[in-house]
């Protein structure tokens, strides 16, 4: 018989439950022992065992559309897209899972290699990369690796029955699907809601409907709120953020929100994840100081500058070995002996632990000066007016590039002002924007993450866009 996976506290126990047993088979075994656990959408709530019994049906229809053919969902945060998700696991069939704006990935490309018998036959599901350097690349995640990704994930958030899992983000992507995500709560017994109200009142109005503990954000929202006060909660023990860069001021923002822990993570639809951890100290979480979450993960920084910094490259027991793409494609992104090049800057910390920095591309040419858009974006961010931020490149005759920073204003607050600010509170700071332009919204994609396009737009920039998984 299958043993529990969620049962584990050992990862090599864990990991040998995961390569020898599918996702449905262990949500099989977690309903028998959380049946009465609850999920809830903004409109109605179910058991898991009332939910699984309706799964037949779906698992029915399901098996003559998408058994041997790519079949595209994009579930919503619903009951219904939760049960979508569900059944395509309980019949053991590969969705191509999209947050409901993405792009479409190559199909045609997927079948051909499903008809030759190029992807992975513990295949459990598909996910794609963001797309906007590009056709989304297809990732192809087993059985095992999705599984090992909820056990991580749900073990170093501390995960349990007693928690009530809150997510406003899509359930789509593998942030809220399995980092630990909804996954880990169907699998270790958390009762969860999944809503579309995404502000901080309706993020509030939730966490105190149902005593929500554990919530996980992109960067974002926090910068969106950060002139909230005095509406704490005392049910959330941890919030965590991920999905970009994630600064100091993003930190100490969430923590004065929400009055409890916060887990920066960093993490790739293509598996890795290095994450704070509940031991950390605050010291390690502001300077966003992530550890890989395996024993077994590794990863080596290629080409160092002076400071260590340089291109980080991964490779573990839950990580991709190659896209559902072409030959060259892959050879681009993975070295011949297995390693994930990812495209980000990292500095070393210890044998398991990094500090990421920046996603290489983005870095700012200015004058032959490399400038991280993340460390401007988190000076700027920290003027009490600033409500949104975004900062890229913009060409320059003389310098290659400049420092542009655009930014969302609080009534009665002024570019001049804020630059007078930053200049007086950072004076001689060398990651300052040298040019702030205000609008009215930063563009935001389906996951909340800023839309370089439409900024590249706006600014009249040519080029290609820059993504991040």
């Given amino acids: ?19 020898t047993s599918t996702v449905g088979q262990q949500l099989q075994l977690a309903v028998e ?4 656990l609850v999920i809830h959408d903004d409109e109605a709530s179910m ?36 049960a979508q998700i569900l059944a395509f696991f309980v019949a053991d069939l590969q969705p191509v899972i999209l947050v409901p704006s993405a792009a479409d990935p190559d199909l045609a490309y997927l079948q051909a290699a499903m008809d030759a018998g190029d992807v992975p036959p513990d ?10 350097t590009g056709r989304p690349k297809i990732i192809p995640r087993t059985h095992s690796s999705y599984l090992q990704t909820a056990w991580l994930c749900s073990r170093n958030a501390g995960l349990d029955e007693h928690d009530f899992y809150l997510t406003p983000l899509s359930i789509a992507h593998n942030y809220a699907l399995a980092c630990p995500g909804i996954l880990g709560a169907l699998l270790f017994g958390a009762s969860f809601r999944v809503t ?15 005593g929500a503990t554990v919530l996980p954000f992109v960067p974002s929202m926090p910068r969106q709120w950060s002139g909230h006060e005095g509406n704490r909660v005392d049910t959330v023990r941890l919030v965590q953020v991920g999905g970009s860069p994630v600064s100091a001021t993003d930190v100490t923002t969430l923590q004065r929100l929400f009055s409890c822990q916060v887990q920066t993570s960093f993490g790739m ?19 966003g100081i992530g550890r890989m979450l395996s024993e077994n993960d590794e990863y080596r920084i290629v080409d160092p ?7 980080l490259e991964v490779r573990g027991p839950y990580t991709i070995h190659g896209y559902i793409a072409p030959d060259e494609v892959n050879e681009e992104k993975f070295t011949p002996d297995g390693w994930l090049r990812t495209g980000d800057l990292a500095a070393p910390v210890d044998q398991r632990r990094l500090r990421v920095l920046s996603r290489a591309d983005e ?7 490399l400038i991280d858009p993340s460390a401007v974006e988190a000076l700027v961010a920290s003027h009490p007016g600033v409500r949104g931020i975004a900062v890229l490149g913009r060409p320059h005759p003389l310098f290659e590039s400049i420092v542009q920073a655009m930014v969302e204003l609080s009534p009665g607050t002024s570019v001049d002002e804020v630059m007078r600010w930053l200049r007086a509170t950072y004076e001689g700071a060398t990651t300052l924007p040298d040019s702030i332009r205000q609008i009215e919204s930063i563009p935001r994609t389906a996951m909340g993450k800023t839309d370089l396009t439409s900024l590249r737009t706006m600014l009249g920039i040519p080029g290609p866009t820059l993504e991040r998984e």
């Fill in 1 to 19: 018989m299958t043993a529990q996976i969620f049962r584990e506290k050992d990862e090599s126990a864990a990991r040998a439950i995961a390569d």
């Fill in 269 to 287: 639809a293509e598996g890795l994840l290095a994450q704070s951890t509940l031991e950390d100290d605050d010291d390690m979480r502001l300077s």
């Fill in 33 to 36: 022992a959380w049946p009465n």
């Fill in 196 to 210: 579309r109200g995404n502000s901080y009142s309706e993020t509030l109005e939730s966490i105190r409907r149902h």
């Fill in 363 to 369: 870095m700012i040419n200015r004058s032959g000066e």
């Fill in 305 to 311: 500058a002076e400071n260590g910094a340089g291109s």
């Fill in 47 to 82: 058991t898991f065992a009332e939910m699984w019994k309706t799964l037949g049906e779906v698992r029915d229809g399901l098996t003559g559309q998408a058994e041997g053919h790519p079949c595209i969902i994009r579930p919503e945060n619903s009951l219904r897209g939760v």
């Fill in 123 to 132: 295949t459990a599901l598909f996910l794609t990369t963001g797309g906007t």
